[in-house]
């Protein structure tokens, strides 16, 4: 079956970088689209970035020029590079993935991503 596992997080500072990896068993993943997802307690979860099996990239607008997502089809890994991090992006952070491509209207929406790990916190302190 289909596992994803996220790694990376932890406690940085304002204004420091996180790398996050997500790794995926039981998959062709070349052919999956690929998203990171967050959610902090009481709120919903919402989408960070995504990439299609093209290299095809979306971000929320929370994290543009700030984030960037990038996969190793090689190493079946999925990668969130995050500079420049703020207290707002404390969160649990999720890695999902899916054989379809969302349409552009569900890009970024949790319900179009069928598997999903398990998360891994990143606390930004100030």
């Known amino acids: 079956q289909v596992q994803v596992v996220e790694s990376g997080g932890g406690l940085v500072q304002v204004g420091g970088s996180l790398r996050l990896s997500c790794t995926a068993s039981?998959?062709?993943?070349?052919?999956?689209?690929m998203g990171w997802f967050r959610q902090t307690p009481g709120k919903e979860r919402e989408g960070v970035s995504c990439?299609?099996?093209?290299?095809?990239?979306m971000y929320a607008n929370s994290v543009k020029g700030r984030f960037t997502i990038a996969r190793d089809n090689a190493k079946n890994t999925l990668y969130l590079q995050m500079n420049s991090l703020k207290p707002e992006d404390t969160a649990m952070y999720y890695c999902?993935?899916?054989?379809?491509?969302?349409?552009?209207?569900?890009?970024?929406?949790?319900?179009?991503?069928?598997?999903w790990g398990q998360g891994t916190q990143v606390t930004v302190s100030s």
């Open positions: 999902a993935t899916d054989p379809l491509w969302p349409p552009p209207d569900r890009l970024l929406k949790p319900y179009t991503f069928r598997y």
């Open positions: 990439i299609s099996r093209e290299g095809g990239m």
């Open positions: 039981g998959l062709t993943f070349a052919e999956y689209a």
